[in-house]
């Protein structure tokens, strides 16, 4: 009949790293129901505690618990590994567990490894029984409670990491999504500026005409030199483009009127230009002038260039029909 034998049991124990810990009776209650439960491992009884689980001189076939002892049940056991038990050179025995509680293997400590011939099988019926000693050592083990803490602090990091990692791609999303914008504010600002200058380029031209315009009114210049002045401020303006601002615009334009101002008048307050034939009436010729650049700006509008004598020639013809 084959026969439990003690390999373990409640109580302070010191492992092989110098720690300790109280085992208790649902502590060996695990550790017997993971290696009964589970068909892949068999756990071989071996001398001492070698790190490759052999040589092998039996296996353990089942594990139970009583009265707060963790009992084993062998098989296969080495002719001359018995002997040796039967002898008494293996009283200490240890078991080593991995780190889920599943028994590694069973130590048996006390003497040197019997010298084994045929390594016929033999079960333990074959020996007497004997009074056994239980583990002093118990190297590789951690509690179930020790490991289902891991186990719990492991799938809680790894759940902050799954966050921390969503935090990071809605942290990317928002970051594409405000450079996107800032570009979108960029191009924004940038139409604006190019607007607020051509408006105010476009207010300091109309200023421009003005002051022109009033000085043929006034008859300080004539309209010959107005369309000279035109020019000039034109091909200045003209130069230079891509470095040219528009503070340094109206420095020019300040430049210009300054010139004009300081011309000296050289028209009466009334001209009366005869026409060809002998019914032509006089007319105003600064009213001709305005009219004329009017005509010219018309004109450019419609992508036709004309000179401004060309223009006061057809103004002149116009006043002629209308007089």
Not at 230 to 243: A, C, P, R, W
Request: hydrophobic letters at 40%.
């Amino acid at each position: 009949m084959e026969e439990y034998f003690e390999i373990f049991r409640t109580g302070l124990h010191t492992d092989s790293a110098g720690h300790e810990k109280d085992w208790t009776e649902a502590d060996l209650n695990t550790i017997a129901a993971r290696y009964n439960e589970q068909k892949e491992h068999e756990a071989p009884l071996v001398i001492g505690h070698p790190e490759t689980n052999h040589p092998a001189y039996g296996w353990v076939e089942s594990l139970k618990v009583e009265g707060g002892k963790l009992l084993a049940k062998a098989a296969q056991i080495v002719p001359e590994f018995a002997e040796a038990i039967k002898n008494g050179l293996f009283k200490k025995r240890s078991i080593s567990l991995y780190q889920d509680l599943l028994l590694r293997h069973v130590g048996f400590l006390g003497a040197v490894p019997p010298a084994v011939k045929g390594l016929k099988d033999m079960t333990f019926s074959d020996m007497d029984k004997c009074t056994l000693i239980e583990t002093a050592t118990i190297p590789e083990v951690i509690s179930f409670a020790e490991y289902e803490k891991v186990k719990t602090s492991l799938a809680a990091t790894e759940l902050k990491a799954a966050e921390l990692t969503e935090k990071l791609k809605l942290s990317e999303s928002k970051f594409a999504s405000l450079t996107e914008r800032h570009a979108e504010i960029i191009n924004s600002q940038q139409s604006l500026q190019k607007k607020f200058a051509e408006f105010r380029q476009s207010t300091a031209d109309r200023e421009f005409k003005s002051f022109m315009d009033a000085k043929m009114a006034a008859r300080a210049i004539t309209p010959a030199q107005a369309e000279m002045v035109y020019q000039f401020k034109k091909d200045l303006e003209g130069s230079e483009t891509e470095n040219l601002n528009f503070e340094e615009t109206t420095k020019r334009t300040d430049f210009l009127k300054n010139f004009v101002e300081t011309l000296p008048r050289i028209l009466p307050d009334h001209v009366d230009i005869p026409g060809t034939e002998p019914d032509t009436k006089a007319f105003d010729p600064f009213a001709v002038a305005l009219k004329a650049r009017d005509f010219v700006e018309t004109e450019r509008k419609k992508g036709i260039f004309i000179s401004f004598t060309q223009a006061v020639d057809n103004v002149k013809a116009l006043f002629q029909k209308l007089t």
